[in-house]
């Protein structure tokens, strides 16, 4: 098993940077794509951001696109997601989401995940 713990979540406004942490424990972090997802309230979830196993690609949604960094440390089994310019659309709960792939990408369908953390809030206020 793999356990995800997300941090970083919380109110911010409009304009403004969060910076959020996926942690995670169990198996091996580095043969796994990690990704991002969120789900505002009403709306269905849509991936955010997702990176391979190997960093070889990072593929990001257009709407967060030159907004948002994606960057994993898997010395410390952690990714990180810098958001920046953050805006009211972007208030969401965000979840982490692993899994196991030799793939040089992320997938984007969530359904390809296995591991998923339990979301943390992000609030945007304008």
């Known amino acids: 098993q793999v356990q995800l713990v997300e941090s970083g979540g919380g109110l911010v406004q409009a304009g403004g940077s969060l910076r959020l942490s996926c942690a995670t424990s169990g198996r091996t972090f580095s043969n796994k794509a990690v990704a991002w997802f969120r789900q505002a309230p009403g709306k269905e979830r849509e991936f955010v951001v997702g990176?391979?196993?190997?960093?070889?690609?990072?593929i990001y949604a257009d709407s967060v696109k030159g907004r948002f960094t994606l960057s994993r440390d898997n010395a410390k089994n952690t990714m990180y997601l810098q958001m920046n310019s953050l805006q009211p659309d972007d208030t969401a709960i965000y979840c982490c989401?692993?899994?196991?792939?030799?793939?040089?990408?992320?997938?984007?369908?969530?359904?390809?995940?296995?591991?998923w953390g339990q979301g943390t809030q992000v609030t945007v206020s304008s």
């Open positions: 989401a692993a899994v196991e792939t030799t793939l040089n990408y992320p997938p984007r369908p969530s359904g390809a995940y296995t591991y």
């Open positions: 990176i391979a196993w190997n960093s070889a690609f990072t």
